[in-house]
Structures are given as structure tokens and as C-alpha cells.
Nanobody, 115 residues
Framework: QVQLVESGGGLVQPGGSLRLSCAAS????????MGWYRQAPGKQRELVAG???????NYAGSVKGRFTISRDNAKNTVYLQMNSLKPEDTAVYYC?????????WGQGTQVTVSL
């Protein structure tokens, strides 16, 4: 069983920045594929960014160039640095771990971009 705990969400003005963190349980974090997803009201959950065990990353087109995903295997933590935030980035952001054909999810953290 993998447990994920997100933190770092909040209210920010357009153009601002936030950094999300996700702490994972387990001694084999380094082999988890990690990702951040988000779900806005009335919309389906979508992949925002992913990072493989070797450090390769991929991003949704809507966030490319503004968001950066990274991981610290020594701390069992994955991060999402979000810059130049837009109102359309408002959503609940979920941390995801994928290992042995199983997805694990955090509880989610709210990000609201508004004046």
C-alpha cells in the first residue's frame, strides 16, 4: 500500500506561483512513476505532468513552459512548481503514484487562481 499526502495548495492571483509537494510512503519510491493530475468542477480529471523513475518528464500542453515537475527520491517527495498561474488552472490537484500496474492517489489539494 502506498500513501500520498499533498500540500502547498491555496489561493493565488493570476500570474502568481505555487509549489505543490507530495510525500509518499514506502521504501521503493525511486521506482514509482509519479504524476500530478487535476480536476476542475464539471470536468474530467486530467494529467498535468508526469515524471518517470529515470527523471524523464511530460506535460500537458496547457501547462508546458509554466509548470515543472521534479522528484527527490531521498525524501520520497515529488513537487510541482507552478508559475504564471491562470484562472483556468483552478482545480483540485491530485498526486498519483503508479507501480506494479496499480494507481495510488492522494486526497487532493485545492488551487484557486483569482483576483
Amino acid at each position: 500500500q502506498v500513501q500520498l499526502v499533498e500540500s502547498g495548495g491555496g489561493l493565488v492571483q493570476p500570474g502568481g506561483s505555487l509549489r505543490l509537494s507530495c510525500a509518499a510512503s514506502g521504501s521503493i519510491f525511486s521506482i514509482y512513476t509519479m504524476g500530478w493530475y487535476r480536476q476542475a468542477p464539471g470536468k474530467q480529471r486530467e494529467l498535468v505532468a508526469g515524471i518517470l523513475t529515470g527523471g524523464s518528464t511530460n506535460y500537458a500542453g496547457s501547462v508546458k513552459g509554466r509548470f515543472t515537475i521534479s522528484r527527490d527520491n531521498a525524501k520520497n517527495t515529488v513537487y510541482l512548481q507552478m508559475n504564471s498561474l491562470k484562472p483556468e488552472d483552478t482545480a483540485v490537484y491530485y498526486c498519483n503514484a503508479f507501480i506494479r500496474s496499480t494507481h495510488y492517489w492522494g486526497q487532493g489539494t485545492q488551487v484557486t487562481v483569482s483576483l
